[in-house]
């Protein structure tokens, strides 16, 4: 059911006001900018006006009309709407500016899907579902990972990109390069160019094909890594060289946004080979075989069981 918007709700009573044409009283700023903005909304395609409407109506709970086969429905919004729909778009523009002058602002997220987001510098980041990328203070090229995310870096000298990711710090000019926060450690793996890792101060130099760990510790690089190991996500697989159950089960469960619980013995065992990501009961149920026994649901999450 829809929830429709209260009648003294002062957003839309404004958005009523600007429709009419009614002058303003001066007591509301927002009056001015809308008017400033009126002509980039109504000049906004299909395309873009669903999204804007679609992130409106989520906002406030109303429901999209369904779609039928034999007729499709589009929606119909009324002019008032539509200036509701620029209220949002201003003050989103507005909150985002005031963030990026004043401190850390999240710049992308990934729930259940993966997620591609360019930055404005014009470098691409593939976050891994279940991630968060934070766009920190200062000239905008510093970031704040939380789970997993592939970079593509636009070279600028001037201003290094910089990822804040768990205990660890990756500096780059320009690259390509895999970062995860998910388990015990960050791990940091380049695909392209030269990368700095720097945790616990120490540091390691890496570049295209290396890897390294980045923990309390310190920095440390990683012999032989496979690429394959590092990017198989992208391709919705898990590929596993003689690792530990722990980190296989804790890859699923930040894939999946899930708790996998594991008894110690269990945990220890190594493994090998690839497992498909395509949802958690699928990934854990291969990997439950593997082991000779089940995962079962339990809170939220799940644990393993043997017959």
């Known amino acids: 059911m829809s929830t429709p918007l209260p009648d003294d709700d002062r957003d839309l009573r404004l958005a009523r006001r600007l429709d009419a044409g009614v002058a303003p009283d001066g007591t509301d700023p927002l009056h001015d900018a809308l008017r400033a903005a009126r002509p980039e909304a109504s000049s906004l395609g299909a395309d873009a006006s669903e999204r804007l409407w679609a992130g409106v109506a989520a906002q406030i709970g109303a429901d999209r009309p369904a779609v039928r086969d034999r007729a499709p429905l589009r929606l119909v919004r009324s002019r008032a709407m539509r200036w509701a729909v620029a209220a949002v778009v201003v003050l989103a523009i507005g909150a985002g500016l005031w963030m990026a002058q004043r401190g850390p602002a999240v710049a992308a997220v990934a729930e259940a899907e993966i997620v591609t987001w360019d930055a404005p510098d014009g470098s691409t980041v593939v976050l891994r579902p279940h991630s968060r990328l934070v766009r920190l203070g200062g000239d905008g090229r510093a970031y704040r990972l939380d789970g997993e995310a592939f970079f593509a870096v636009a070279r600028d000298p001037e201003r290094p990109f910089t990822v804040e990711a768990g205990p660890g710090t990756v500096r780059v000019l320009g690259t390509r390069f895999d970062v995860s926060t998910w388990g015990a450690q960050t791990e940091v793996y380049v695909e392209e160019g030269r990368v700095e890792v720097e945790a616990t101060a120490s540091r390691?130099?890496?570049?295209?094909?290396?890897?390294?760990?980045?923990?309390?510790?310190?920095?440390?690089?990683?012999?032989?890594?496979?690429a394959e190991a590092f990017l198989d996500w992208q391709r919705g697989e898990a590929v596993f060289e003689r690792a530990s159950v722990r980190r296989v089960a804790d890859e699923i469960g930040q894939h999946f946004g899930v708790a996998v619980s594991l008894p110690a013995d269990e945990a220890r065992a190594s493994v090998s080979g690839v497992i498909v990501l395509e949802s958690a009961p699928q990934a854990l149920g291969d990997l439950g075989r593997i082991l000779g026994g089940r995962f079962e649901p339990v809170g939220g999450g799940y644990r393993f069981v043997r017959p």
Do not use: D, R, Y
């Open 204 to 226: 390691v130099i890496l570049g295209a094909g290396e890897a390294a760990t980045a923990g309390p510790t310190g920095a440390q690089a990683l012999p032989n890594p496979s």
